[in-house]
C-alpha cells in the first residue's frame, strides 16, 4: 500500500516516441500486479498493458501491441512505458496502477486498487 507517481507525459508528433515511469514509494515486491491504464475525454478508462512481478508475464492491448513495452526500472522501485510510433489516437491522461493477484491472475481490472494522479500524453498529427 505506497504511493504511485507517474511521470514522462508531454507533447509529441505522431510517429515519436515517450517514455513513462511510474515510481512507488516503496519497492514493488514479487506477487504484485502493475499496470498502466489510459482514459481520453469521451472514452473508456482502458488497461493498455500489464506486468505479473511473480512470473513476469506481460500483456498489451492489441492497439498498443508491438509498440509499447512495459517494465521495470530502478531496481524494482518502478515500472515504465516505452511508447514507440505513437498515433493521435494514443492521446490520453495515462496513470500506473497496483493491486495483488486474484487467483493467480493479474487480469481483472478491479483488482487495480492503487493509482497514481496520471501524466498526459498529447500526440499531434
Known amino acids: 500500500e505506497g504511493e504511485l507517481m507517474e511521470s514522462g507525459g508531454g507533447s509529441v508528433q505522431a510517429g515519436g516516441s515517450l517514455r513513462l515511469s511510474c515510481v512507488a514509494s516503496?519497492?514493488?515486491?514479487?506477487?504484485?500486479?502493475m499496470a498502466w491504464f489510459r482514459q481520453a475525454p469521451g472514452k473508456q478508462r482502458l488497461r493498455v498493458a500489464r506486468i505479473d512481478t511473480l512470473d513476469r508475464t506481460l500483456a498489451y492491448d492489441a492497439s498498443v501491441n508491438g509498440r509499447f513495452t512495459i517494465g521495470q526500472d530502478n531496481g524494482n522501485h518502478s515500472i515504465f512505458l516505452q511508447m514507440d510510433r505513437l498515433k493521435p489516437e494514443d492521446t490520453a491522461m495515462y496513470y500506473c496502477?497496483?493491486?495483488?493477484?486474484?487467483?493467480?491472475?493479474?487480469?481483472?481490472?478491479?483488482?487495480?486498487?492503487?493509482w497514481g494522479r496520471g501524466t498526459q500524453v498529447t500526440v499531434d498529427s
Open positions: 516503496g519497492d514493488i515486491d514479487s506477487g504484485r500486479c
Open positions: 496502477a497496483a493491486g495483488r493477484p486474484h487467483d493467480g491472475t493479474c487480469q481483472p481490472h478491479w483488482l487495480y486498487r492503487s
